[in-house]
T-cell receptor, first 115, second 114 residues
């Protein structure tokens, strides 16, 4: 069965520190997709990244980077030089191909960036 | 470009009253549409999804229902609200036919049932 675990419920770091949000997933399929979303205080979920199971290359986008490791079923998200505007709830999610177009979300990690 | 709208933004309703939340998408055709609920401080719960007009799949048994009267319109309804229906309701869309398509979310409706 599909499952996404975000073990960190809440994290607080001081501004400019680096922070990593963990995501571990379970799937029986060999083809699947992983996502990260950001939910700022306004409530709307913002899509950040999609990664397919055949592409383990790490990705960097500005201060954001993602580390996908199939061997440990993890898709971790790192924010470098954090800023107060990064404060939000971050969701990791998983979608298996041919499973009714549904995405399974983790329970989210609430990130507080302290000034 | 594609946009997704939800209204109302906030709603306060008494227990037992009816509910109708609307979601519309612009700039795309034949999208997959989704309704999620997020209870306070909790994760996202998928309530309904639709792959086409009149096609609704329910994920969780409850006193809510959904309808898709038009290609880009998705409505969440209830005949009688319960206290437990309070929460943040999010509508989302994705491209049709592929589960790898990321979902894009609307601004949400914050519902309080008193």
């Amino acid at each position: 069965a599909q499952k996404v675990t975000q073990a960190q419920t809440e994290i607080s770091v001081v501004e400019k520190e680096d922070v990593t949000l963990d995501c571990v997933y379970e799937t029986r399929d060999t083809t699947y997709y992983l996502f990260w979303y950001k939910q700022p205080p306004s409530g709307e979920l913002v899509f950040l990244i999609r990664r397919n199971s055949f592409d383990e290359q790490n990705e960097i986008s500005g201060r954001y980077s993602w580390n996908f490791q199939k061997s440990t079923s993890s898709f971790n998200f790192t924010i470098t030089a954090s800023q107060v505007v990064d404060s939000a709830v971050y969701f990791c999610a998983l979608s298996e191909v041919n499973r009714d177009d549904k995405i399974i979300f983790g329970k989210g990690t609430r990130l507080h960036i302290l000034p | 470009s594609q946009t997704i709208h939800q209204w109302p933004a906030t709603l306060v309703q008494p227990v037992g009253s009816p509910l109708s939340l609307e979601c519309t998408v612009e700039g795309t055709s034949n999208p997959n549409l989704y309704w999620y609920r997020q209870a306070a401080g909790r994760g996202l719960q998928l309530l309904f999804y639709s792959v086409g007009i009149g096609q609704i799949s329910s994920e969780v048994p409850q006193n809510l229902s959904a309808s898709r009267p038009q290609d880009r319109q998705f409505i969440l309804s209830s005949k009688k609200l319960l206290l437990s229906d309070s929460g943040f309701y999010l509508c989302a869309w994705s491209g049709s036919g592929r589960s790898y398509n990321e979902q894009f979310f609307g601004p949400g409706t914050r519902l309080t049932v008193l």
